[in-house]
């Protein structure tokens, strides 16, 4: 099976972190943010994973060329924005013509892909989507999922909340057959809103849903929770974890630290207090400093005493 990974935006809610390192690049403990994403990938069934991307294209591949994985990795070029289904289609040269995967370039999940692709085969039709319960839908692309057939019956994009068919989220990978292309308008557009919709007033649409964990991390607070899920469960190859909190390696901290990362070589001054928080990599904590949901970039200074909150440090900022 091929796999395409969307990740086309500028993750301009990261500001300033992406305008210098392409969100999929941002790292999450010791490993970058898209290959989270591909980690719930069962490798067996994997043989290639095309990036669709639109943003620091030579980055993308400088990395890929130099870490290794058990299957092909290609970037694909967006020169323009295309939507998540022109994305698609402007992959669909490079895929190998059989079932394949798409999925969104910010989620870190505990969807069982392999669980996912055995259930599209077993069930028949087009596309089938992973679905999440939330309290609030109206974010989100709502699926009105009758679990006796596995099947969606119908599919809104992002819903008033009266409006919604249920509190069930598409919950961005889907699994997919090449007919899906014949249905797509040429061009940018939305594979949601353009082709989903009628995909499945026509029985061709199945839902998959799945509990665990479920985060998108496109955001500075997601991105916080995305980091905690990852403490949380192990998703890492170095370093250590201290109560709640992972501490890269060669990391000092001399104050008290929460809910939060710790990159490699950076330290945490004496009496500092850092809760609910991302420092990378060769940051210095001033003594004394208060850091409360916060993202501190690469290389970052904070003097003594600083109190912070909610706030994006770029990387290198002194």
């Known amino acids: 099976m091929d796999v395409i990974v969307l990740a086309g935006g500028f993750g301009t809610r990261l500001r300033p972190w992406t305008e210098s390192i392409p969100k999929p690049l941002l790292p999450i403990l010791d490993k970058s943010m898209i290959e989270h994403v591909v980690e719930v990938l069962p490798e067996s069934q994997v043989d290639r994973v095309l990036i669709a991307a639109g943003y620091g294209i030579e980055k993308m591949r400088t990395h890929f060329a130099n870490i290794p994985l058990p299957y092909e990795v290609e970037i694909i070029e967006e020169t323009e924005p295309l939507g998540t289904g022109g ?6 040269d490079h895929l190998s013509g059989g079932t394949f995967c798409v999925i969104n370039g910010d989620l870190i999940t505990s969807l069982r892909v392999e669980e996912m692709l055995d259930f599209h085969r077993s ?25 006796e057939t596995g099947k969606i019956m119908r599919f809104q994009e992002k819903p008033p909340i009266e409006e919604a068919f249920s509190n069930l989220i598409n919950a961005g990978t889907y699994i997919l057959e090449p007919g899906i ?20 007033e026509t029985g061709g649409l199945n839902g998959f849903p799945f509990d665990g964990w479920f985060v998108d991390a496109g955001t500075p607070r997601s991105f916080v929770e995305a980091t905690k ?5 192990g998703r890492f190859s170095s370093g250590s974890v201290s109560g709640d909190s992972w501490f890269g390696k060669d990391s000092k901290n001399l104050g008290v630290v929460t809910g939060s990362s710790v990159g490699s070589m950076s330290i945490v001054g004496e009496g500092s207090t ?16 208060k850091l409360n949901d916060c993202l501190v970039g690469k290389g970052a ?3 003594e005493g600083t109190i912070m909150a909610g706030e994006i440090v770029g990387h290198y900022v002194q």
């Open 87 to 92: 994305a698609i289609a402007n992959c669909r």
């Open 123 to 147: 069930n028949g039709g087009i596309g089938t989507i992973s679905l999440w319960e939330v309290e609030d839908p109206s974010r989100f692309g709502v699926a009105d999922y009758r679990p």
């Open 181 to 200: 292309f014949e249905l797509m308008p040429n061009g940018a557009h939305s594979i949601e809103r353009d082709i989903y919709e009628d995909l499945a």
């Open 229 to 233: 899920v990852c403490i949380s469960e």
């Open 274 to 289: 850092i809760s609910d928080s991302v420092i990378l990599d060769g940051v210095e904590v001033g003594a004394g400093s």
């Open 301 to 303: 200074r904070i003097p």
